[in-house]
């Protein structure tokens, strides 16, 4: 099984300012590898596929990079509405990482 | 526009089925895509459960696969979940979704509401 790890857990960003997010693979998933955002009590949403595509209607403040085992999702000015819990799945056999929860600093 | 909707028990007793349907408006399930099921224990992450295409095949989380069964109607415009000989570990919010493209069985680009399902006697 493809294990995907997240750093960091927790990431304390200021409005404005860039995020930036790691999602490691166990083994190479090429550029199979979509991120998510989820806020508290809804269902999470498909924000880039492919590692770097933007899924439809999404931002273009978010940006997804990577092949191979390490991939970034980066917010490049958070706006209030970015602060949320960030997944990565990897599209061999769909395993998910653990998450990122971004806080307000 | 593509909704999804969770229905089902809320609350399974240890060692029997679960069982979920997912009823689709919208779209036409007979149309394409795969269509299937995610879950998130509380306060944890997500795990892919199984998905079917609407032709029938079916594809399912390795780990998962020998209590899971996923099945799909297309007269109802609905597909459904059955996992067998639950656990406390199973309790979770379970989501039904749809793909983003026909490409990829357990991408989901189209979500319910999700429901909390919570084993115990």
């Known amino acids: 099984e493809i294990v995907m790890t997240q750093s960091p857990a927790t990431l304390s960003v200021s409005p404005g300012e860039r995020a930036t997010l790691s999602c490691r693979a166990s083994?190479?998933?090429?550029?199979?590898l979509a991120w998510y955002q989820q806020k508290p009590g809804q269902a999470p949403r498909l924000l880039i596929y492919g590692a770097s595509t933007r899924a439809t209607g999404i931002p273009a403040r978010f940006s997804g990079s990577g092949s191979g085992t390490e991939f970034t999702l980066t917010i490049s000015s958070l706006q209030s509405e970015d602060f949320a819990v960030y997944y990565c799945?990897?599209?061999?056999?769909?395993?998910f990482g653990q998450g990122t929860k971004v806080e307000i600093k | 526009q593509v909704q999804l909707q969770e229905s089902g028990p809320g609350l399974v007793k240890p060692s029997e089925t679960l069982s979920l349907t997912c009823a689709v408006s919208?779209?036409?399930?007979?149309?394409?895509?795969?269509w299937g099921w995610i879950r998130q224990p509380p306060g944890k992450g997500l795990e892919w459960i199984g998905s079917?295409?609407?032709?029938?095949?079916?594809y399912y989380n390795p780990s998962l696969k020998s209590r899971v069964t996923i099945s799909i109607d297309t007269s109802k415009n609905q597909f459904s979940l059955k996992l067998s000989s639950v656990t406390a570990a199973d309790t979770a919010v379970y989501y039904c979704?749809?793909?983003?493209?026909?490409?990829?069985?357990?991408?989901?680009?189209?979500w319910g509401q999700g429901t909390l399902i919570t084993v115990s006697s």
């Open positions: 919208g779209y036409s399930i007979s149309s394409g895509y795969y």
């Open positions: 979704g749809r793909s983003y493209s026909g490409s990829y069985p357990g991408m989901f680009g189209y």
């Open positions: 799945q990897q599209s061999n056999n769909w395993t």
């Open positions: 079917i295409y609407h032709g029938g095949s079916t």
């Open positions: 083994q190479s998933v090429s550029s199979n």
